[in-house]
Each structure stands twice: as structure tokens, then as C-alpha cells.
């Protein structure tokens, strides 16, 4: 069983395959965070500590026992106004002003099945593979009422939280910060891991010990962002790839964020990870509900790989939805880089048809086919076609590129308004403008007002007389810029609009995947701007970055690995000098570089030579053949890129009977050393053939000592190895 309640000891604990985790009702009522870690049984509420200690205050029960304090003590769900001085995760504003709210244990539930939460996406589960605890909390003064939601997944060694707010009192309140996870740790000296980055240079991998004070992350910019990623990993500051202890926290939500890491006066930790705390003032009337979006946990005590397999192995099967879920990705050729928005009917059949002659399997037809959409400045909300840009209707359009045996996808941009289009003209109250200010322009776009259900509606109706045009099988869904002038025109309280914004974008998102069960739908926002577990509930792959440079996308990718399954990551062959970074690289690089996602191709076929076509007709072969063992292989790092002179990575079946081994060369010096890759996750004392050269290597030997990269001359050379472990 997952969930054991002790009447005994009012102790809950959860349990995973390989992780336990426990906490304990105590006799005020508090509810007390005891362990998380490797899985055990037993009490563990030996480890709280009680002294008399200055400026750390005492309940009012507590009465004379001057030893209790929230000020120090392990908990589950600290609340602002308990004492606890350390930042908490909730914090009301109540009907009378006063802020404060301590939630005592009123009771619990536990049930079959993984828990779901009404408009937000949700880690899911089959009969048999998940349980619930739901704890009853009730603030007695204001009778403000929190169900905590616990979700365990043992075979994953998952466990998810979340929270339901219940206003039960008479009058209205204010719920200021809302926060599903906190971990408090008692002892330990820890590194906190985060991702950060830019647009084009998302998720660098910044880790960093966690001191006094607190390091907070987070986005308050309507989407989780390129500058964070809503995932953070707490490691024991000795964890490796390999080993030791480490923690991560992944928020299911796209919108802004906070996350905290704070050392506290008696060196213990917390970490808190939910909904930013910036212009949230969310109004609850009596009766009210409000659901906190759910934070996922994991723990692995072998290192930081396991952990991200965890991660991964979740997402892909218990997130991620729909028919491409276990499915190898069409190969595909997107028009972006190929020609902007500079492009005809004829050019897109062209394009499909070079793809076809390719062996590629899918037409993306990019950003520039709507409206008056003839540069980025314009005609975004007007989704209908320009059959005068492109010179035929859509339908014909996609039947000739059908004809060709080709898929057909395209792009929008959905949450997006231009000044310049006719629905602002129409609707220029739908856009977020605070009246009487001018508003923040980005690439010279709005964003609409998706908290107002009748502005969601009609792009929703837009957009599905597109898709109704023709056999679409594949949608990109892109946002291209941060939030700003939250205001919304359709409620009084603004500190509900950017919450109620995410549920309009998860409502229209789900409508789309019931009308179009087999669409692929791939994220995007600035590529990486909103790659997070939120978004994959809805789009099982996002394009990683709209950096396709092979070197950056080392980089990227290796900070994505952390947190996100391969089979997510958009990852594209594309033309040199690269787009973005003018750099030249190999086209076998770029090759091995994309094939380690969902791969396609973002170029010009026509301006490659015949050796180049050839080539993208053999690394389509090569990727066919590994496919599925990038899509669900488990995956592993293997060397770090920001410091090390190649970066490395692996796939390996469940079974290690199969392994693809990836690198590529970041340095070229004079008289250069030779580069060592170890592998990782093979059966020990075994033999393992490689396919090229047929040549048998000893499995401990490889995992030990390494394979070697063959020096070469020239910049930014790839390796691709595939081993099949030899019977017996
Ligand atoms: C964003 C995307 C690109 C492309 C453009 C189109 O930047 O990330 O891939 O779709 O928008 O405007």
C-alpha cells in the first residue's frame, strides 16, 4: 500500500517503490513534515526538535510549553500569521483585513487513484497505479477550509502535491500566495540546481549552495519563461550524475512562478515552489473554491540522473497525452527558417515536395499564412486564410502536399493580438491594456485577454474553421512575448487575471485535443519561453528553443534533459551559418545534435548541394532506426558541456540491450588530448558490439575507463556509436 495512516501516532506515510515520505498530525493540530527520502519503515518523528528558544514565539495552546514554535519546526504547509517567520506558502487575507490563517487537522481520506483537478493539467494515473491522501485543514477563526492533495505513484516514485482552498466562512477573502509543495529539512547542507537563461538560450544549469537567506527564482511574466524554468533540484552538495542524494520539484503550471531556497536561522532548509505571489490576489467569496496548481516531487538517492530518469519516465507516460504519446514523431520540415514569412502556396508545395524527395514525413506550414500577415508587425488574431498570399485555398493546399505523402501542420499563435489586425480594430478592449496607460508592446504585439471566456470562445471558433479546412494533423502553438498590463476588462479584481488567464489557455487547449484527438500539438513559445510539465499535459514535444545553432543546442538540451523526456524536446536540422549565432558546423553535427529530440529540419533544401541531400536522407535512415530508443530509452549525461571539451549523451533501452551514444567535440585545440566517454547504465560483464566498425568492447571497460573520440581536424566534429549488448 502507498498510503499508511497510523491512528497511533497520527503519522501519514507514503511510499514508493524506492522513497518514503511522512508526516505526522501533532497534538495541536499542526500538520508536521517529517522525512522524505530513501524508502524505510518506521517513526520518524523522532527527529523534531523542541527548545525554548528567543524571538522564535509559541502557539496560544502551546500554553506554557515555551519549547513549540512554527518558527523552527518541519512543516507540510506553513501559513503566514503562525509564528512561522520563514516564508510560507500560504498567506489570506481575511473579510475583516487581517491577514493570517492557521489551518489545524480536521481529518483524511484516502482513495483509489490519482487525484485530478478541474482546468489544470494533472500528473495521471491508470486503476491500480496511484493513490490519493486528502488532508482536511480548517482555520478555526475564519472557517477557511484547505484539502491537501497528495498523489503516489510508487512505480514511478512519484509523488504530487496540490491544494483545494475553500472559502466556508460569510464573507469574501483574498488568498495572497498559494504555493502546492514545501519540503523542510532538518539537517543537511544542500546545492540548489536551476535553470536559467534567455530567449535563445534557455535552461543553463546554475547550481549554487544554499545559504542564509533565500535564492528565489520564478517568472512574473504570464508564462514560466526562457529566464526560469519552473523545476528546481535540491542536491546534497557531495550528489553526482552517479550518486548521492537530490530532490526536484517540478511545477505542472505554464504562468508565473515563484520558487524559494532558504537557509533558516537554525540551518535548516525549505524549499517552496507555486504560484508567484506578484500582482496574485485571488478573491474567494463564501462557497468559493480555488485549486493550486500541482507541484511534482521525486527523490533519488543515486545521483542526478536516476532523478531526471524518474522525471522523464513520469512525464512521458503519465503526463504527456494522446495518440503521439508513445509514438515516434513525424520527421519534419518546417518553412521558418526556409523563408519566413516570404512565402506562396507554390512555395510551400515546393518545399513539401523537396521534403518528399528527402524521405521526410511532414510539411510545417510556419507563421505568415493568415490575415494581412506580410511581416511580424501585423494581422496576428485574424485567423483566416491569405488564399490571396497563397494563391490557392488551404484544402487544395493540403491535398497536394497529402498527394505527396506528406503530412501537412501549421502554425498560430493563439493568445497573440496586433494593433494592426481587424479583431483589435473590432475588439480593442480584448487585448491586457490597463485603460488610460499605454501599453507594453513586445515584437509589436498584445496578448489577449484569455481570462474572459467570450474572447477564448471566438479564437477557439476562428481556429477550428482553419483546422476544419483540410487533413491538419499537426498544430505549433507559439506565443511570442511576456505578459505585461494585466488588466482585465471582465472582472474587478485583478489579482484573479493572470491565474484565470492560465485556465482560459488549459480550456482552450483541451477543447482543441478533444475536437482533434489525433492532432500533434507541439508548444512553443520563443521556442523554450514555456517548456514546462504544464504545457506537455496538452503538447507532448515544445519547440526546445528558437536557437537551432548544434553548439548552443548542446547546451540547451542538457539543461532540458534535467527536467523534461527527450521525446518533448523540438530539436531541428538547420542551415549554416547558423540563424542565430552565424556559427558553421558539420551537417553530421547538426544531425546528431537534433536526433536527440523530436527531430526535423528547419532549411532550404534548395540550397543545399546533392552530398548534403544525401546526407539528411541517411541521418533520416539512421534516426528511423534509433527512434524509438530516443523516444523511451532511458537517457543519460554523460559528460557536462558548459566545462568539459565534448558533450555527451546516451540512450539505453530498459533492457540494456541496446545503446546510442552521442557526442560532440565543443573545443578543437593543437596536439589535442584524447576525450574519454564513459558510458553509463550497460549490463556489467557483458560484451557490447558496435554497429559501425563490428568491433566487441567489454561493458565494465566502457562504463569505467570510456570510449575514445577519435581526434580530428576541424571544428565541432559528432560521433554516433550504437552498441548491442552480445548474448551470452
Ligand atoms: C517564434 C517561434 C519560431 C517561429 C516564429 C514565427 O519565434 O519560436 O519557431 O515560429 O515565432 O513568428
Not at 548521492?244 to 512562478?257: E, H, P, Q, R, T
Not at 510551400?348 to 514525413?361: P, V
Not at 563490428?694 to 581536424?713: D, F, H, Q, T
Request: proline residues 4%; charged residues 25%.
Amino acid at each position: 500500500m502507498g498510503i499508511v495512516f497510523s491512528e497511533k501516532n497520527r503519522v501519514f506515510t507514503l511510499h514508493t517503490l524506492d522513497t518514503t515520505y511522512q508526516m505526522k498530525v501533532d497534538d495541536f493540530g499542526f500538520l508536521l513534515h517529517l522525512y522524505y527520502g530513501c524508502r524505510t519503515d518506521g517513526n520518524m518523528d523522532y527527529l523534531l526538535h523542541f527548545a525554548d528558544r528567543g524571538f522564535s514565539g509559541n502557539p496560544y495552546d502551546a500554553g506554557d510549553d515555551r519549547t513549540y514554535s512554527m518558527d523552527f519546526l518541519p512543516q507540510e504547509l506553513p501559513c503566514q500569521g503562525t509564528g512561522d517567520y520563514r516564508s510560507p506558502a500560504v498567506i489570506v487575507k481575511n473579510t475583516d483585513g487581517s491577514y493570517g490563517c492557521d489551518f489545524r487537522y480536521q481529518g483524511y481520506r484516502i482513495l483509489e487513484g490519482k487525484y485530478q483537478i478541474p482546468g489544470l493539467p494533472a500528473v495521471y494515473a491508470d486503476a491500480g497505479e496511484a493513490e490519493t491522501l486528502e488532508i482536511y485543514m480548517e482555520d478555526r477563526a475564519t472557517k477557511v477550509r484547505i484539502t491537501l492533495l497528495y498523489g503516489v505513484l510508487p512505480k514511478w516514485n512519484m509523488i504530487t502535491r496540490s491544494a483545494c482552498v475553500e472559502n466556508q466562512g460569510a464573507g469574501k477573502i483574498y488568498l495572497e500566495k498559494a504555493q502546492a509543495a514545501c519540503l523542510d529539512f532538518v539537517s543537511g547542507e544542500y546545492d540548489l540546481l536551476c535553470f536559467y537563461g534567455r530567449h535563445t538560450m534557455e535552461r543553463n544549469v546554475q547550481r549554487t549552495p544554499v545559504a542564509h537567506g533565500a535564492q528565489v527564482i520564478g517568472s512574473r511574466r504570464g508564462t514560466s519563461s526562457h529566464q526560469y524554468n519552473p523545476m528546481m533540484i535540491l542536491a546534497e552538495q557531495k550528489t553526482t550524475e552517479d550518486a548521492g542524494a537530490c530532490y526536484a520539484l517540478s511545477f505542472v503550471y505554464s504562468g508565473s512562478f515563484k520558487g524559494e531556497a532558504e537557509k533558516d536561522q537554525y540551518n535548516q532548509t525549505r524549499i517552496l515552489l507555486g504560484l508567484s505571489d506578484e500582482q496574485f490576489s485571488y478573491p474567494l467569496d463564501a462557497g468559493e473554491r480555488f485549486y493550486v496548481p500541482e507541484v511534482v516531487l521525486t527523490y533519488s538517492n543515486l545521483g542526478l540522473a536516476k532523478l531526471s530518469q524518474n522525471l522523464h519516465t513520469c512525464f512521458r507516460t503519465h503526463l504527456c497525452r494522446g495518440k503521439y504519446r508513445d509514438c515516434v514523431r513525424p520527421v519534419l520540415l518546417n518553412s521558418w527558417e526556409a523563408s519566413y514569412l516570404d512565402f506562396t502556396g507554390e512555395t510551400i508545395c515546393h518545399l513539401a515536395e523537396q521534403a518528399a524527395d528527402l524521405g521526410m514525413e511532414m510539411l510545417v506550414m510556419d507563421d505568415g499564412w493568415f490575415g494581412k500577415r506580410d511581416d511580424d508587425n501585423r494581422a496576428l488574431g485574424d485567423w483566416y486564410v491569405n488564399e490571396e498570399k497563397l494563391g490557392e485555398s488551404l484544402g487544395f493546399l493540403i491535398q497536394k502536399i497529402n498527394g505527396l505523402g506528406l503530412k501537412f501542420g501549421i502554425w498560430f499563435e493563439p493568445e497573440s493580438i496586433n494593433e494592426d489586425s481587424e479583431l483589435f480594430r473590432k475588439h480593442p478592449d480584448w487585448a491586457l491594456t490597463i485603460p488610460g496607460r499605454d501599453p507594453v508592446r513586445a515584437r509589436n504585439q498584445l496578448v489577449l485577454d484569455f481570462s474572459r471566456t467570450d474572447v477564448v470562445d471566438h479564437i477557439f471558433e476562428s481556429m477550428c474553421k482553419v483546422l476544419d479546412q483540410g487533413n491538419i494533423e499537426y498544430v505549433k502553438w507559439d506565443l511570442n512575448r511576456s505578459l505585461c498590463d494585466c488588466y482585465s476588462r471582465g472582472t474587478e479584481d485583478q489579482g484573479r487575471v493572470s491565474y484565470d488567464y492560465m485556465l482560459g489557455l488549459y480550456d482552450f487547449l483541451e477543447r482543441l485535443i478533444q475536437r482533434y484527438p489525433n492532432l500533434l500539438l507541439e508548444g512553443c513559445s520563443g521556442g523554450g519561453g514555456r517548456f514546462d510539465a504544464g504545457m506537455l499535459y496538452y503538447t507532448p514535444q515544445i519547440w526546445c528553443s528558437d536557437n537551432s545553432d548544434a553548439l548552443d543546442r548542446v547546451l540547451i538540451q542538457y539543461g532540458t534533459s534535467f527536467g523534461y523526456p527527450m521525446s518533448a524536446v523540438g530539436a531541428h536540422v538547420s542551415a549554416v551559418p547558423n540563424h542565430q549565432t552565424g556559427r558553421i558546423t558539420p551537417f553530421h553535427t547538426r544531425g546528431v545534435t537534433a536526433m536527440a529530440g523530436a527531430f526535423g529540419y528547419e532549411l532550404d533544401p534548395d540550397k543545399l548541394s546533392e552530398e548534403e541531400k544525401q546526407e539528411i536522407r541517411e541521418q533520416i535512415r539512421e534516426y528511423k532506426q534509433h527512434a524509438a530508443l530516443i523516444q523511451s530509452g532511458l537517457y543519460f549525461r554523460l559528460t557536462d558541456p558548459s566545462v568539459q571539451q565534448a558533450g555527451a549523451w546516451e540512450f539505453v533501452s530498459e533492457d540494456a540491450s541496446e545503446v546510442l551514444v552521442s557526442a560532440v567535440m565543443l573545443e578543437i585545440h593543437g596536439n589535442m588530448p584524447v576525450n574519454y566517454v564513459r558510458l553509463k547504465g550497460l549490463e556489467r560483464d557483458c560484451m557490447y558490439r558496435e554497429a559501425k566498425s563490428r568491433k566487441l568492447y567489454p561493458s565494465n571497460a566502457l562504463m569505467e575507463i570510456g570510449i575514445p573520440l577519435p581526434v580530428r581536424m576541424g571544428e565541432y566534429h559528432a560521433y554516433q556509436m550504437y552498441f548491442k549488448k552480445e548474448e551470452k
